[in-house]
């Protein structure tokens, strides 16, 4: 049973083209969902964490929303150091971490 | 300053074989994590630990073991290497266990078992 989904598995863009990524999960009682950007070879970057419905945050380029079934992040006019993994994940009750697998983005110049 | 420390980077056992990935953090953190990542799968919490002394199950704690003697250091125990295990191990650090508390994570171990 998924209890994160993202979509789509994977974005081209050309630079400069804005675009959503997508996270949708099934966890109930959630305590928290997290947006983190992954290069290749190396460990996930923080980016963001949001809790509570309607939420919003946003960093540089980066804007992630939530609603009580998803949340989006927003890229708006993208560049090729954008070009990465975007994983979500979410924190249910009794400290329990599920990760998304991912979103693969590639920025055209 | 050097965050989420883990080594070794790339290790290859043989089935049966047992071997320690090591974690170590210079942030002070409390909370600690080990995960796996496999191809086309989300990230898996195997263990984690509130602080020194404490530990508890993850998602996928079956074959592994840890334990926290220091704040700094979360040490991976395989004792019996399968190929079910070969994996991408990630550890990693955060202040607090909940909502806006970033996780730090290191560069990761590629294993494989062959």
């Known amino acids: 049973e998924d209890q994160v989904t993202q979509s789509p598995e994977a974005l081209r863009l050309q630079e400069g083209e804005s675009s959503s990524l997508n996270c949708s999960y099934t966890v109930s009682g959630l305590r928290g969902l997290f947006w983190y950007r992954q290069d290749p070879g190396k460990g996930p970057e923080f980016l963001f964490t949001?809790?509570?419905a309607g939420e919003e945050k946003e960093k540089e380029r980066l804007k992630a929303t939530l609603t009580k079934k998803e949340s989006f992040l927003h890229i708006t006019a993208p560049k090729p150091e954008d070009s990465a993994t975007y994983l979500c994940a979410v924190q249910a009750p009794g400290n329990q971490f599920y990760f998304g697998t991912g979103t693969s983005l590639t920025v055209i110049p | 300053n050097a965050g989420v420390t883990q080594t070794p980077k790339f290790r290859i056992l043989k089935i049966g074989q047992s071997m320690t990935l090591q974690c170590t953090q210079d942030?002070?953190?409390?909370?600690m994590y080990w995960y796996r990542q496999d191809p086309g799968m989300g990230l898996k919490l195997i263990y984690y630990?509130?602080?020194?002394?404490?530990?508890d199950k993850g998602e996928v704690p079956n074959g592994y073991n840890v334990s926290r003697s220091t704040t700094e250091d979360f040490p991976l125990r395989l004792e019996l290497a399968a190929p079910s295990q070969t994996s991408v191990y990630f550890c990693?650090?955060?202040?607090?266990?909940?909502?806006?508390?970033?996780?730090?994570f290191g560069q990761g171990t590629r294993l494989t078992v062959v």
């Open positions: 949001l809790y509570s």
């Open positions: 630990s509130v602080g020194a002394g404490i530990t």
């Open positions: 942030m002070n953190h409390n909370y």
């Open positions: 990693a650090s955060s202040v607090g266990f909940t909502m806006n508390t970033e996780a730090f």
